[in-house]
């Protein structure tokens, strides 16, 4: 049939067909997604959502991966110097303090260790990774546990939302304090959360007081250096008086009949601490946020200051839980607001100070892991704090922990075997590396609690070690002259440090206090129950306690720096 149309037809159709597919050909290129691109955009705009990754998701530690050590999107990056130690204005202790602060540059170079030979046991060459967990994470290969220089993020970094925290995190976070001064009236009709801010200029705290402090007599005075003495006007408050000791630290009302304990009070060598004055130290306090982070040490540190607050306030309502929880142990965060100062003492749960996790192994079972090179999943609270307590040491001690084998993780690398010392050495490095760059020397103030001697006789904490019938303090021996590693490697990191912080160095001052510990008497057996001795608890303090001696010391650093200035 082909051949009945004419030869001009079917020249006409071949070159149709081919302009056809050349031009088909052509407008390929026009129709694809780049080419697209302005059409799609109005679609974009009009139905706006996340944009996707091309790439599988990646299995990270927890969903908390975002790091919350950096700044928000809307904090401004710092722009004030490091200042040099000893030489820090700290007079937001009683005002309000400027935004805009110029210190002087540190100079002085870093403090060189003395603890080079490490009898931890470090290893002198760290195994191969065993695993891969996340391509994201930063991680610098040339770091050895040295100081290192860390330069500051230029991009914001957005904190994340405590939504599913199973350590007891609200959703919710308070807005920050007001800073306000002692002459600014407060309604008793409101809940201190809308006060006028009035600028104040009251003295410094000058940073040497950390170690020492000028008494009536003109003579300096190590507060950490003394002995326990027996004084009949203690405890500051009585047995069952606060309702703020959970049951573990509860001994008189877990059963415990002696009461001795409760009769010490320390006394530093050739000085008296000052009285503690729960009014006095509330006004210094006012439009404040004072927040001790760390383990259930500072959880017992905590409870001890909200009693001895609660003991001198006139109108004890003013008081109160701003979320209504009770302290127990099993939440990790806590805000105690005191209505008529506008100031909040605060408690939030980090084991570790850095961030703990956790990877699925090779038989798809779920292990901890601990990220020594990253900040605890907590830090975007502790930025909102103008006064922070921070410890840690106890769980250093456990058994996965000490061990160190899968464990310890520095960027995307979990170790098959780490030595714990060194771990927590560069813990507290990146602990220090976060307080140099997210603290204002100027107007916040940080305290590092030292170490809190254990008493446990014939074994430890997990292998039937006691300290139970112990009814005095050790008053001689070699024990009151024990310190420990830790605190030599707590010591070594805040010498590096260029943001000044306070070693409250309550390790000796423990030594002493064998008698103070809960030991059986950490649950309630007042109801005909028998006591059981087969695990005590030789680590934690009774309360009251101990651990009101280490909140009497910051009171008097607090009192003596302001008097004295």
């Given at each position: ?110 403090y060189k260790s003395q ?166 130290f509330l006004v210094r ?64 749960r980090s084991h570790f ?213």
């Amino acid at each position: 049939m082909a051949s009945f149309i004419p030869l001009r037809k079917k020249n006409r159709y071949a070159i149709v067909t081919i302009s056809v597919v050349f031009f088909f050909l052509m407008s390929i290129p026009f129709f694809s997604k780049r080419a697209l691109e302005p059409t799609l955009h109005f679609y974009t705009d009009l139905y706006h959502s996340q944009p996707h990754s091309v790439h599988p998701p990646i299995i990270v530690d927890d969903v908390f991966e975002a790091d919350t050590g950096g700044f928000e999107p809307s904090d401004p990056q710092p722009t004030w110097q490091i200042p040099k130690k000893g030489s820090v204005d700290f007079g937001f202790i009683n005002s309000g303090g400027n935004d805009e602060v110029s210190v002087e540059e540190k100079t002085k170079p870093l403090y060189k260790s003395q603890f080079v030979t490490d009898p931890g046991g470090l290893e002198p060459s760290i195994q191969e990774p065993i695993s891969q967990i996340s391509e994201n994470e930063s991680f610098d290969s040339g770091f050895n546990g040295s100081v290192v220089s860390v330069e500051d993020k230029t991009k914001p970094i957005k904190e994340p939302e405590f939504v599913n925290d199973p350590g007891g995190l609200e959703t919710s976070i308070q807005e920050p304090i007001s800073q306000i001064s002692e002459n600014d009236s407060v309604d008793p009709g409101t809940n201190g959360s809308e006060v006028a801010v009035e600028e104040n200029t009251r003295p410094i705290i000058d940073n040497e007081t950390s170690v020492k402090i000028v008494d009536n007599g003109g003579k300096n005075c190590d507060l950490y250096m003394g002995t326990w003495v027996k004084d009949e006007e203690y405890p500051i408050y009585s047995p069952g008086s606060c309702p703020y000791v959970d049951e573990a630290f509860s001994c008189q009302g877990n059963g415990r009949s002696d009461s001795k304990y409760l009769k010490w009070r320390w006394k530093p060598d050739g000085c008296d601490l000052p009285r503690f004055n729960a009014t006095d130290f509330l006004v210094r306090l006012r439009g404040k946020r004072l927040m001790l982070v760390g383990d259930s040490m500072n959880r017992n540190q905590f409870e001890s200051l909200l009693c001895l607050l609660h003991e001198g306030l006139p109108d004890k309502s003013r008081m109160y839980e701003i979320h209504g929880h009770k302290i127990t142990k099993g939440r990790g965060y806590f805000v105690f607001n005191f209505a008529d100062y506008n100031c909040t003492v605060e408690f939030v749960r980090s084991h570790f100070l850095v961030r703990e996790g956790t990877r699925i192994n090779g038989q798809g079972n779920s292990n901890p892991t601990l990220s020594i090179d990253r900040i605890d999943k907590s830090a975007g609270r502790w930025k909102r704090a103008d006064i922070l307590v921070f410890n840690t040491g106890h769980w250093w001690a456990h058994g996965k922990t000490a061990r160190g084998k899968n464990y310890y993780k520095e960027g995307d690398v979990v170790y098959p075997k780490f030595d714990a010392v060194e771990a927590y050495r560069r813990s507290l490095r990146t602990w220090g590396r976060w307080i140099d760059k997210n603290v204002n020397p100027a107007k916040q103030l940080v305290f590092y609690r030292g170490y809190s001697s254990a008493h446990f006789r014939g074994g430890d904490w997990d292998s039937g070690g006691a300290c139970n019938g112990e009814t005095e303090p050790i008053l001689s021996g070699a024990f009151l002259n024990n310190y420990p590693l830790k605190m030599k490697i707590v010591e070594e990191v805040i010498q590096e440090m260029q943001v000044p912080v306070i070693l409250l160095n309550v390790t000796r001052l423990t030594n002493f206090r064998k008698d103070g510990h809960p030991s059986v008497y950490g649950k309630n057996i007042t109801e005909g129950k028998r006591v059981s001795t087969r695990k005590q608890d030789c680590s934690h303090w009774c309360l009251p306690g101990v651990p009101d001696a280490w909140n009497e010391l910051i009171y008097t650093i607090i009192h003596q720096s302001s008097s004295t200035s």
